[in-house]
């Protein structure tokens, strides 16, 4: 669901742009007053950083996998906002995913750079700030079963990508993109991504049933019960492992097909690309992305393990930064 520059005009670019700011300047303020990923205080944010940076590298390797959704031509691929938030918190989980989405839009032009903001709203506020606290949160709680947490993650996943695929109609619209009208745009970008999230849902429903039964100290963390430290870095070190071998290997068997956005896109505007409008704001974020994607389209093999790796650093770096920049006033 990663919009290019072409489909947002400079305002709402300005727009969505602030309102990310705000969320993560929320988010950053929000984890260092309650000092955990939002509903744990029991744990220092120096503890919680690595599970952030390593949960950021797996989620960066799966985003990587598109798969065919049968019988439309289109594919998809996992956003992990719920998966974040279950096992960070929301606020970890909105701070770790916007690090992903940030990362790929300037490393591999994956998402133009005026579009960032807008980016990070469609994907991690509504998942983690939005779906996660009002359908994931109420239906999960310590010892409930497979079922009930499949119906979350499920439920959870529909919303989000229901909400982002109305977020970029919406947004669309409001910049003016008459190829894309809005009625016509919504009817193709609300089914393909509600299967998405079906998916997705399911996803997160394994991943969390396997943290639970090999790596407990993680799926502590999404229960919300007390974790043990040297379980917690046998489970930091199984995450990594994980996203070093989704990242490496299986990348090489994503679907070719074009995804949910790109394939609405074609059924309403047809094949040709949308033109960006040629003014200096559009021109400016083009060239900045120029310079600052070295592996434009993810087109080397080392992709996924490069990404996944920039991830921890850009997390763990991030978070000293601010650490030491708080300590100096």
Same mark, same amino acid.
């Given at each position: 669901?990663?919009m290019s520059d072409a489909?947002?005009?400079?305002?709402?670019c300005a727009?969505?742009?602030?309102?990310?700011?705000?969320?993560?300047?929320?988010?950053?303020?929000q984890?260092?007053?309650?000092?955990?990923?939002?509903?744990?205080?029991?744990e220092?944010?120096?503890?919680?950083?690595?599970?952030?940076?390593v949960?950021?590298a797996?989620?960066?390797?799966?985003?990587?996998?598109?798969?065919?959704?049968?019988?439309?031509?289109?594919?998809?691929?996992?956003?992990g #906002?719920?998966?974040?938030?279950?096992?960070?918190?929301?606020?970890?989980?909105?701070?770790?995913?916007?690090?992903?989405?940030?990362?790929?839009?300037?490393?591999?032009?994956?998402?133009?750079?005026l579009?960032l #903001?807008?980016?990070?709203l469609?994907?991690? $506020? %509504?998942?983690?700030? *939005?779906?996660?606290?009002?359908?994931?949160?109420?239906?999960?709680?310590?010892?409930?079963?497979?079922?009930?947490?499949?119906?979350?993650?499920?439920?959870?996943g529909?919303?989000?990508?229901g909400?982002?695929?109305?977020?970029?109609?919406?947004e669309?619209?409001?910049?003016?993109?008459?190829?894309?009208p $809005? #009625?016509?745009?919504?009817?193709?970008?609300?089914?393909?991504?509600?299967?998405i999230?079906?998916?997705?849902?399911?996803?997160?429903a394994a991943i969390?049933?396997?943290?639970?039964?090999?790596?407990?100290?993680?799926?502590?963390?999404?229960?919300?019960?007390?974790?043990?430290?040297?379980k917690?870095?046998?489970?930091?070190?199984?995450?990594?492992?994980?996203? %070093?071998?989704?990242g490496?290997? %299986?990348?090489r068997?994503?679907?070719?097909?074009?995804?949910?956005?790109?394939?609405?896109?074609?059924? *309403?505007?047809?094949p040709?690309?949308?033109?960006?409008?040629?003014?200096?704001a559009?021109?400016a974020?083009?060239?900045?992305?120029?310079?600052?994607?070295?592996?434009?389209?993810?087109?080397?093999?080392l992709?996924?393990?490069?990404?996944?790796?920039? *991830? *921890?650093?850009?997390?763990?770096?991030?978070a000293?930064?601010y650490?030491t920049?708080?300590?100096?006033?």
């Amino acid at each position: 669901m990663h919009m290019s520059d072409a489909l947002l005009s400079p305002v709402v670019c300005a727009t969505t742009g602030a309102a990310s700011l705000a969320l993560l300047t929320i988010a950053v303020r929000q984890l260092k007053r309650e000092g955990s990923g939002g509903d744990t205080p029991d744990e220092s944010p120096e503890s919680l950083v690595p599970l952030m940076g390593v949960m950021g590298a797996f989620v960066f390797a799966a985003q990587m996998i598109n798969f065919s959704i049968p019988g439309t031509g289109s594919s998809g691929h996992l956003v992990g #906002g719920i998966l974040l938030a279950a096992v960070l918190g929301p606020w970890a989980g909105f701070v770790t995913l916007s690090s992903v989405i940030v990362l790929q839009c300037l490393l591999f032009a994956d998402g133009g750079f005026l579009a960032l #903001g807008a980016n990070l709203l469609n994907m991690a $506020a %509504l998942s983690c700030l *939005v779906a996660y606290p009002a359908v994931f949160r109420p239906l999960v709680h310590p010892g409930v079963p497979f079922g009930r947490i499949l119906l979350a993650s499920i439920s959870a996943g529909i919303v989000a990508f229901g909400l982002g695929a109305v977020a970029v109609t919406l947004e669309t619209q409001a910049s003016g993109i008459t190829a894309l009208p $809005a #009625g016509r745009f919504l009817l193709f970008m609300l089914p393909i991504h509600l299967v998405i999230g079906l998916c997705e849902g399911v996803a997160t429903a394994a991943i969390l049933a396997a943290l639970r039964r090999y790596r407990s100290s993680l799926a502590d963390r999404a229960m919300r019960r007390p974790e043990n430290r040297w379980k917690r870095m046998r489970g930091l070190l199984a995450i990594a492992a994980a996203a %070093l071998l989704v990242g490496t290997l %299986l990348p090489r068997f994503a679907s070719s097909d074009p995804d949910g956005l790109e394939w609405s896109i074609e059924r *309403v505007a047809g094949p040709d690309p949308i033109e960006a409008p040629d003014g200096a704001a559009h021109r400016a974020a083009s060239a900045i992305q120029r310079t600052t994607a070295l592996m434009p389209d993810y087109d080397t093999s080392l992709a996924g393990l490069v990404g996944s790796g920039l *991830v *921890v650093v850009l997390v763990v770096g991030a978070a000293r930064l601010y650490r030491t920049a708080t300590k100096r006033r």
